[in-house]
């Protein structure tokens, strides 16, 4: 595969990576690498390894959770009385707090760290009170209590928070805690703006601090919020380059605003960065963000680089399985190849049934649009039973979004059915369900924007000013997006509108100046600004 980065950068990620192998190799180069030089956490811990505890609370701000825990423990060979270093193991085997519902595995190990944390040495009352804190969110087994241990975890940060005003790295925990709470139905954002209320003031102080920069990305996570987190957005990557997440998370403002080619050259650093260092889960997040705007801007030939690539390492331990699923979902669905779409294989996942839902998802709508809407029936059925399943496992999120794309994958079997009149109506509700939520942070987005596929149904109806609505509503939420743009021009063309359709035709060529194939929709909008 093209090497993804210049041979010198390539160079300085491979020395990077051992400085964290080796205790002697860590404090500078540690600092340089992931930004713990910004970093000051107070810790009662013994003074020989308190520049190491900054290196391991750094590499937890960039979610590099396996290195940071690595660091916590040679924390804790060196100090076994050092019970905040069990704090930091906790926090980090919680994992990302915006990943869903966590599983029985994860809370049976964070439960027992919490143990050794609580027994462990003599933590001053701050320390004594983060470690509680923390344990708030291993306090039950149970998943269907998983919301209410988050927002009790919270409403603790804020009180450590409060206790400690003074305390930077405190109040960016407690910053991060808000954001996690957040519902992805409350459309007043309004635990995003608490937190990113806390964040900027702190960011114009520390401009360097890698926690600041991810967590404000993060906190303007939303479509009508992102072009506020672009400062930071361009800035975290070069903050911490030895962590493949602080390399990827730049990526999420620039999917908000259709910023194609600045998140593919930050996916490309961070998959090459994962690679060097055996992160399956990390290469693959990367290759699907990287997948996404390829096949924004007409890169099919690059986006099929990076979907075999993902096949290679599919099998690999720790794999991303949303990344597995997605990706081959995405090459087939935003190039229109339907028959592709309805013959992709399904690969079951136990553990994330949603991620089993992508495939049957696009096979179903590659069924319908492919002239063969019977055989979407047996997909169209497992994403209910997916659905079921997902509620039994007490997650309302995934449940939902699972639902939704059984909705929108019914609504064109019936549409190809010939019952096109319910079809759009079963289409428009799903999307007013779809907008009404958001999508989640392991995702650059839905397979298929409900509503863009409306602008698409309506298109085929023959209610061309109808789906120009629909394809600009899309557009709002989803910035220069191919098929919606494609869409709208088609749509504005069938309306009679000829400068809105000259606009759009040119707004497309535009998004795609660097196409490595010839799509059909690129040599249609060539021949209407020809004509």
């Keep these: 595969m093209t090497r993804l980065v210049s041979a010198a950068m390539a160079a300085a990620l491979l020395v990077s990576v051992p ?44 979610f590099w959770f396996p290195e940071a825990i690595k660091m916590f423990q040679s924390i804790l060979a060196r100090d076994p009385s050092c019970a905040l270093a069990y704090w930091g193991i906790a926090m980090a085997q919680w994992g990302n707090p915006y990943a869903g519902v966590k599983g029985v595995p994860v809370l049976k190990a964070g439960t027992a760290t919490m143990e050794k944390a609580r027994s462990t040495g003599m933590p001053t009352p701050r320390e004594r009170a983060l470690i509680e804190a923390v344990g708030i969110l291993y306090g039950s087994l149970d998943p269907a209590t998983h919301r209410d241990r988050v927002l009790r975890y919270e409403a603790a940060m804020q009180k450590v928070a409060s206790d400690n005003p003074k305390d930077v790295e405190v109040r960016i925990l407690s910053a991060l805690a808000i954001t996690q709470s957040q519902l992805p139905t409350d459309k007043t954002y309004s635990k995003l703006l608490a937190a990113a209320k806390i964040l900027d003031p702190l960011f114009k102080q520390l401009p360097m601090h890698p926690g600041l920069a991810h967590y404000i990305i993060h906190a303007y996570d939303a479509p009508p919020l992102a072009d506020r987190a672009l400062t930071a957005a361009r800035r975290y990557a070069s903050l ?83 990344a597995v699923a997605a990706i081959p979902a995405r090459y087939a669905l ?16 136990p553990a994330t049934p949603y991620t089993e839902g992508l495939a049957h998802f696009a096979r179903a709508i590659g069924a319908s649009r492919s002239g063969t809407p019977d055989a979407a029936t047996a997909d169209i059925t497992r994403l ?15 449940a939902e979004q699972v639902d939704i794309q059984r909705r929108v994958a019914l609504a064109w079997q019936t549409f190809a059915s010939g019952r096109r009149d319910e079809g759009i109506a079963q289409l428009r509700a799903a999307a007013d369900a779809e907008d009404a939520t958001d999508k989640a942070a392991v995702t650059p987005g839905p397979l298929a924007p409900a509503r863009e596929l409306l602008g698409d149904m309506l298109l085929e109806a023959g209610r061309p000013k109808e789906a120009l609505a629909a394809f600009e509503a899309t557009m709002k939420k989803e910035p220069n997006r191919f098929r919606g743009v494609y869409g709208a021009a088609r749509a504005a063309e069938a309306a009679g509108d000829r400068g809105k359709a000259k606009t759009y035709y040119n ?11 010839d799509r059909p929709e690129l040599m249609a909008a060539r021949k209407f600004i020809r004509d």
């Design 334 to 349: 935003e190039r229109g190849d339907w028959a592709a779409a309805a013959a992709l294989t399904v690969q079951p996942a």
């Design 240 to 322: 911490a380059p030895a962590a493949p997440h602080a390399l990827h998370m730049p990526s999420h403002t620039f999917t908000r605003l259709g910023l194609w080619q600045e998140s593919i050259d930050t996916n490309r650093r961070s998959q090459e960065t994962a690679r060097t260092t055996n992160d399956t889960n990390a290469e693959l997040h990367a290759l699907d963000y990287q997948t996404y705007a390829y096949l924004q801007t007409g890169r099919d030939r690059a986006a099929k680089g990076a979907l075999d690539r993902a096949a290679v390492i599919q099998s690999q331990p720790g794999a991303n399985t949303f």
């Design 384 to 398: 209910g039973e997916l659905r079921d399943t997902l509620q039994s496992m007490a997650d309302p999120y995934w």
């Design 19 to 62: 400085a964290f192998a080796q205790h002697e190799d860590h404090g500078a180069a540690a600092a340089d690498q992931v930004g713990s030089a910004s970093v000051t956490f107070d810790t009662s811990c013994a003074p020989a390894v308190r520049a190491d505890f900054n290196t391991a609370v750094a590499m937890y701000h960039s």
């Design 507 to 517: 707004e497309l060529l535009h998004i795609a100046r660097d196409a490595d194939t």
